[in-house]
């Protein structure tokens, strides 16, 4: 038995046809984290939303996130795009 699965495995692979595979999966990955985890940290703020005054008394909202130290991932940007035209083609019709 053990044999027969060996031998069955042991095609020449197509290694593009892998690869590309592979490149799926990740994508695929990313797209279910990018729908999770929707937000990835303010590069301006460093994610705290907001600026520290020297003195630190007082501090200024970060003005790149409006306060939230959260931005839109580029891949969420992508999903929202991509519901957003799924979503004119089934409601496309009207009167
Ligand atoms: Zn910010």
Redesign the pocket.
């Known amino acids: 038995m053990q044999t027969l699965l060996l031998a069955s495995g042991d095609h020449a692979s197509n290694d593009t046809g892998s690869l590309i595979l592979l490149v799926l999966f990740a994508l695929v990955l990313y797209g279910a984290a990018c729908a999770i985890w929707p937000f990835r940290s303010?590069?301006?703020?460093?994610?705290?939303?907001r600026f520290r005054s020297p003195s630190g008394r007082a501090w200024r909202y970060?003005?790149?996130?409006n306060?939230?130290?959260a931005?839109l991932r580029l891949g969420r940007r992508i999903l929202t795009y991509l519901a957003n035209t799924r979503d004119r083609g089934t409601r496309g019709h009207r009167d």
């Open positions: 303010c590069r301006t703020c460093g994610g705290s939303g970060c003005r790149r996130c306060g939230t130290g931005k």
